[in-house]
Structures are given as C-alpha cells and as structure tokens.
C-alpha cells in the first residue's frame, strides 16, 4: 500500500533541505483544498520568513510525480492532491485483501494491561459501570487489532463497610430467603433496605462495624453469610458482563489482598519514601499530589494500600509493559498519587500507566442515586432498550419471536455503546434512548443499516466482488470523497488508541456512512455498464469491510439485515 504520507514529506525534505517529519502533515477540512497540507506556521522563526513565503518557496519546487497529480499553495499551506485513480486503486485492493483487518498492525511483544470494570458486591451494575464496559471493551479491541498482548483485568470490591451493609440486612430481613430474581438484583435490594432501615435503627451503624470486624477475624457464620451473597452478586454480574461483552482475562478480589499492601508501604516507610504525619498516619506528600495518606495510623489498609499491592501482584503474573485503569473522573488525584508511588517504588511499568478518567452519564430525569433505591441498572436500561428496539424492528418486519429478539438485542446493544462512546470520555452527558435508538441520526443502529444496505446490494450483485476493475471509473465527487476516508482508517484506528478515544473511530465510520448514504442516493449501483458495476460493487464491498471493523472495534454488532 503507497504510503502518501511519508512519500510527499520526502519529497518536501529532498527539494527544500529541510527534515520534517510526516506527522506535520494535516488532512484539510475541505477536499477542494487538497488531500494533504502541509501547514508552514512553525518554520517561520527558523526560516526567518512568513508563513506564505515559505509556502510559496517550497511548493513552488515541488512537481507532479507518480503520486502526487497537483501542488496547490493557499496562504501559508502548501495543498497536495494525489492521483484519484491510485488512490482507488491503493486503497482498494488493500482492503480487498485484508478485509476486516485493514488497518490492523503488526503483531508487538508489549503487553498492555486494562483494568475494567471494578464492581461492588453489594449491588447490581448501574449506568456508570456501562460507560466503564463499554470504554473498556473499546480499550481491549483496539490494542489487540493494533497487534499488542492485551490482558483485561477485574477488581472485586467484595469486602468492606458497604458489602456489610447488604449482609445486615439480609441477616436482618431475609429469613434465609433465596434468591427469587436476578442474584445481584436480589443482594442490592438488602443495600436499599439497609439504608431505608437503618433510619430508624441507628444501633445498625455499630452493627455493621462489628460485622466487618467479625469478618477480618474470620468469625465462621459471618464468612459464611458473605461467601453466599458474593455469589449471588458474582453470579449476577457474570450475566451482565455477558451482555454487555465483557471478558475478563483474570478477576482480583479485594479480600485477597487486602492486607498485602502493609508490608510494602512500612518497607517504603523505612526507606525514608514514605513518612509519618502528625497523627501516626504514613503519607507521601510532595510538591506534585500534596499530601496523601497510604495507610492509617491503626495499621488498616486504605484502598491506595490495596492498590499498591494489587499492581505489584499484576506485575508478578503478567509483566505487562503498560496499565491502564478505566475508572470515573473522581479518582483523578488517586490514580495521580497512585502513579507517583509506583515511580518512587520503581515498579517496572510506572512510566507507562494512564488513568482513563469518565465523566457522568445522566438521564432525561436527572442523576442517579442508588443510596435511594432509584439507580439506573444496567440490566434494566438494556432491557428498556431491548422493548425499545423491538417496537422499531417491528415497524420494518414480520419476523418470528427468535429472530425478532436477536435482532432487537443487537440494535438496542448498539444504541447504548455508540451513543456513550461518540463522546470524549470525561464529558458529562445525558443518555437519550430515543435518540440513541433513531436509524437517521448520529446513532449505532444507524451505521448498523448502513452495513445491512452494504450487505443487500452485495447480495443482489449474486457474485464475488473483485479487485480487478478500471479503477479510473471511479472518479466522481462522491467515489473520491468514500476513498479518501476509506484511506484515512488506518491512522484514524492508530490515533484512537494512542490517545484514548473511541470518539474518533465513532466520528469516523459515522462520516464513512454517511457518505456512503449520500453515494447510493447519487449513483446506480447495479446496472447495465458492467465495468462501471464492478468497480462501485467493489467499493461498496469495501466500505462494508471498513464499517464492520470499526463497529467490531466499539464491541457492536454488523448485522447484514436490519
């Protein structure tokens, strides 16, 4: 595949004597301006001329070639247009031959770690830990495509002050029943009862200090009555994850470790990396994170004990070369100051963590508050939306009660994670189902129907597509317009996952469907022109290749009907 990039900053470099690096190249906001620009803003100091005039004085020097049809100078930017019939022809035969993983690197010996989703064992999975899945999902598809050793971890928080809560109540209220409803469902509803009790039982808020005590002290009937309901939650959750496509290399829970971060930080104590404040506490406190207390002055872990703990027990079964945590903007300092000890500990991946902070997801009625009973489940919106999507497959279909839920299941899946991931992780939005459900608008089943339509016209083509076509019949606005984004998916997919964002993969198969959309509109496809048939059935072919990647990449579905 003709790498333009790197073949125009040659050129550029062997004419003008400089030695820029492709990266400086820009891709214009309007193809009229070229396909590439090169911007001379930054070359004015060592030049010691304006913008223009440089601009001027190297596109002047540049000539047609092989690849490049045209050197267009606008202002300060020096325009490039390749050759459109290369460019298809590049373009397409690469993905012809690579299908779905067009775009896909090399296979690399680093190994990246993801830690994701991080639930509790006293209630169900919310809307919160959606974003968490979904965003984690994202994280493990595209580093595995882009070729790296991608293991995805769990953290269990089945331990503490709120797990007892749960078990209290229980203990309290649930006369030994079992489970009558989803398990995780069932556990959560002893947390809403603990704290509608415990209003009027104040005695309670001993209690559960004395349970969780009873616990660390491994008081047989306590232990007894949290291994059933962790398991009643574990067993829930499990069917969400399911759900949702979440799966777990490797599960840590907090009632394993706990305690295994004490010895480490009192080492680091007397080593002098760590000191004392005035009340007994160890805290690491520096110009960069301020003060941070690591282990109380009681000798009890704090969750940045635990989790000095737990990434050196990570490190240990893995040796990943990087981590990442997807966990809610709230813990920005913690992970912070969590980064900074790993440093001053000289773990071997400390320079190589990244904390993927999310903000807060609301709906049309408000904020969540699971404390009053009234949180939004992640079962329950997926079911909403599944009754949602059904009454929409509905309106297009007569399809038996198997079908009709498969295809249901699919769509409603794919309103809830292209929705949550169009947007930049620590963006607070409002989750709007209709809106998330529409097939016209910026939306998952949307670019679900665009690769359906791809799928239909492929199939009434009734042979194989080939990459033996006039690629010069390929010359229109809108051929050129689905070619120059179809170029653009490998390093669309390489600045993705290099800066955390599945928005951009979003943005882009939306732009690619709608494109597409407006070219089926435009052109006849199937027709009497049998050289002119073959190569649009080419192209539709593979603009389905590259939609049905980048769905995979955000965990959705391609469905060939809708």
């Not at 620009?37 to 070639?65: M, N, Q, V, W, Y």
């Not at 049998?530 to 190569?535: F, G, V």
Request: hydrophobic share 35%; aromatic share 10%.
């Amino acid at each position: 595949m003709a790498d333009f990039r790197s073949h125009i900053i040659g050129i550029v470099n062997k004419t003008s004597g400089l030695k820029l690096d492709e990266s400086v190249l820009e891709i214009p906001p309007d193809e009229n301006m070229g396909d590439y620009a090169l911007p001379c803003f930054t070359l004015a100091k060592e030049l010691r001329k304006s913008p223009a005039e440089i601009a001027k004085e190297i596109g002047g020097k540049i000539s047609p070639d092989k690849y490049i049809g045209s050197v267009k100078i606008i202002g300060p930017y020096v325009n490039f247009f390749v050759k459109k019939d290369l460019l298809a022809e590049d373009v397409l035969a690469e993905i012809y031959k690579e299908k779905e993983g067009y775009g896909a690197g090399k296979k690399r010996k680093e190994k990246i770690m993801i830690e994701s989703p991080g639930p509790n064992t006293n209630k169900p999975l919310h809307l919160g830990h959606v974003r968490n899945m979904v965003l984690g999902n994202f994280l493990v598809n595209i580093y595995r495509f882009l070729g790296y050793n991608t293991i995805r971890v769990d953290i269990v928080n089945d331990r503490g002050i709120h797990i007892c809560k749960s078990m209290l109540a229980y203990d309290r209220f649930g006369k030994n029943k079992e489970p009558d409803k989803k398990p995780d469902h069932f556990v959560g509803d002893f947390y809403v009862k603990y704290d509608l009790e415990a209003k009027s039982h104040p005695e309670f808020e001993q209690e559960i200090q004395d349970m969780l005590r009873k616990w660390e002290e491994g008081d047989k009937e306590v232990r007894k009555l949290w291994k059933k309901m962790n398991k009643w939650a574990i067993e829930g959750m499990a069917e969400t994850y399911k759900r949702f496509g979440v799966k777990i290399d490797k599960a840590y829970y907090e009632s394993d470790h706990y305690t295994k971060g004490r010895d480490i930080v009192l080492d680091a104590l007397e080593k002098g990396i760590f000191k004392k404040d005035e009340k007994g506490n160890v805290v690491l406190e520096n110009d960069s994170i301020g003060k941070k207390i690591v282990l109380r002055a009681d000798g009890t872990s704090i969750y940045i004990t635990q989790d000095i703990a737990l990434a050196k027990l990570r490190y240990e079964d893995y040796k990943m070369d990087n981590m990442i945590y997807v966990v809610a903007s709230e813990q920005i300092h913690h992970f912070k100051s969590l980064f900074e000890i790993f440093r001053l500990l000289d773990y071997p991946f400390a320079e190589n963590c990244y904390h993927l902070a999310y903000g807060m997801v609301y709906l049309p009625e408000g904020k969540m508050k699971s404390r009053e009973g009234n949180v939004v489940d992640a079962d329950n919106l997926a079911d909403d939306m599944n009754v949602k999507s059904r009454k929409e497959v509905e309106k297009r279909h007569k399809l038996s009660g198997k079908e009709l839920e498969r295809r249901a299941e699919a769509i409603s899946m794919s309103a809830i994670k292209f929705f949550i991931l169009k947007y930049d992780a620590m963006k607070d939005f409002v989750f709007n189902p209709k809106e998330s459900l529409s097939f016209d608008g910026e939306t998952g089943p949307y670019v679900q129907y665009t690769h359906a339509r791809c799928s239909s016209i492929l199939g009434k083509y009734e042979k194989k597509p080939s990459d033996k076509i006039d690629y010069s019949l390929l010359n229109t606005d809108e051929d050129k317009a689905l070619l120059k984004l179809l170029k653009s998916y490998p390093e669309i997919v390489k600045m993705a996952g290099e800066q955390y964002k599945p928005s951009m993969v979003t943005r882009h198969v939306l732009d690619l469907s709608q494109a597409f959309n407006e070219y089926y509109h435009r052109h006849q496809i199937l027709q009497d022109d049998k050289e002119l048939e073959k190569a649009r059935v080419l192209l539709v072919y593979c603009v389905r290749e590259v939609i049905r990647s980048s769905l995979g990449l955000l965990g959705i579905e391609a469905p060939d009907e809708m």
